[in-house]
């Protein structure tokens, strides 16, 4: 099974910065894709940023400019790098991998999700 452990969350100030990890037991190299989504409470959960097998990325219009989406497949590590913090960025934050195996199709895991909370 495959298992995502997020870290990084936390509070900061507006307009600061923070990054976040998602961590797999395995490699990553074999995900055809992973991402970030986020959650406010009230709020319907949000896509963040995506990043493909071949290192193609898609951010969210609100996100983007200040967060940065990359993978260090070494580490087996997801990253998201995210500046110019403001509240309306605190939510939870979840990270996610896509897997397709030919003996059981798709599948996608979540990591537990990570509290960021931008506040002075």
């Known amino acids: 099974q495959v298992q995502l452990v997020e870290s990084g969350g936390g509070l900061v100030q507006p307009g600061g910065s923070l990054r976040l990890s998602c961590a797999a037991s395995?490699?990553?190299?074999?995900?055809?894709?992973m991402g970030w989504y986020r959650q406010a409470p009230g709020k319907q959960r949000e896509l963040v940023a995506v990043?493909?097998?071949?290192?193609?990325?898609t951010y969210a219009r609100s996100m983007k400019g200040r967060f940065t989406i990359s993978r260090d497949n070494a580490k087996n590590t997801m990253y998201l790098q995210m500046t110019s913090l403001q509240p309306e960025d605190t939510a939870v934050y979840y990270c996610?991998?896509?897997?397709?195996?030919?003996?059981?199709?798709?599948?996608?895991?979540w990591g537990q999700g990570t509290q960021v909370t931008v506040s002075s």
């Open positions: 395995g490699s990553i190299v074999s995900f055809t894709a």
């Open positions: 990043i493909s097998s071949d290192d193609i990325t």
């Open positions: 996610y991998a896509d897997l397709l195996l030919a003996i059981s199709g798709p599948s996608r895991y």
